[in-house]
């Protein structure tokens, strides 16, 4: 059984557009994440939610918003698509925050590619 | 000065040698250090986590941390070359619910 699924795992659209990513998690965990990863393989922390409560919220344009249904779902809905975005979206979960020391485990990734 | 610091590599050594893989970070509150392992075109996947000075094994894995040098490592014994792949290390800064990932190393083991 797939622990941590997203879709679509590749996704290729035009500038301009808006387009969402997908996450679920099977696991019962509280805390999920999402995490952009660029061409240089730099993974680095967008968002995070726990019990549905945005936590982490880094310095991310504001084309990106999240949204969490339920603990086990975290969705990312990206606006107006630039260049820049192209990169590798990974979603991941926790059974709690990382500051209790819990693992965190990923989601395959959703590979954005604007053009 | 990056908060999480790894050499990018490659780093290549031959099969059955001791791979050592090295992080520096620089919140000296830091608590929580992990090393996670990522194959090409794959999600991250956690080989060890440390949270007190010292060792840590786990098979041909050990995690080694020095808080007050701010640095941690980890050593494969008996490389093989499915261990192949970038190795990102991972801190939890003090006080922080996130991660920060170094850039990786990868490793290249040569048969």
């Known amino acids: 059984d797939t622990a941590v699924s997203q879709t679509p795992k590749y996704l290729v659209t035009q500038m301009g557009n808006d387009k969402s990513i997908k996450c679920e998690q099977n696991?019962?965990?509280?805390?999920m994440y999402w995490y952009k990863q660029d061409s240089k393989k730099f993974l680095k922390i967008m968002f995070s939610?726990?019990?549905?409560?945005?936590?982490i919220n880094e310095t991310v344009p504001n084309r990106f918003s999240p949204k969490s249904p339920d603990k086990a779902h975290l969705n990312l809905h990206i606006n107006s698509l630039e260049l820049g975005d192209s990169a590798v979206y990974f979603c991941?979960?926790?059974?709690?925050?990382?500051?209790?020391?819990?693992?965190?485990?990923f989601g395959p990734g959703t590979r954005l590619t604007v053009l | 000065q990056k908060e999480v610091e790894q050499n990018s590599g490659p780093l290549s050594v031959p099969e059955g040698a001791i791979a050592s893989l090295n992080c520096t970070y620089s919140?000296?509150?830091?608590?929580?250090f992990f090393w996670y392992r990522q194959y090409s075109g794959k999600s991250p996947e956690l080989i060890m986590s440390?949270?007190?000075?010292g060792d840590k094994e786990d098979g041909r894995f050990t995690a080694q941390l020095n808080k007050a040098s701010q640095y941690v490592s980890l050593l494969i014994r008996d490389s093989q070359p499915s261990d192949s792949a970038t190795y990102l290390c991972?801190?939890?800064?003090?006080?922080?619910?996130?991660?920060?990932f170094g850039q990786g190393t990868t490793l290249q083991v040569k048969p």
């Open positions: 991941a979960s926790s059974q709690g925050v990382i500051l209790a020391g819990y693992t965190q485990y």
């Open positions: 696991l019962g965990h509280d805390t």
């Open positions: 939610y726990n019990n549905k409560e945005l936590i």
């Open positions: 919140d000296r509150g830091s608590q929580s």
């Open positions: 440390i949270y007190s000075n």
């Open positions: 991972a801190v939890n800064p003090s006080n922080t619910g996130k991660l920060i």
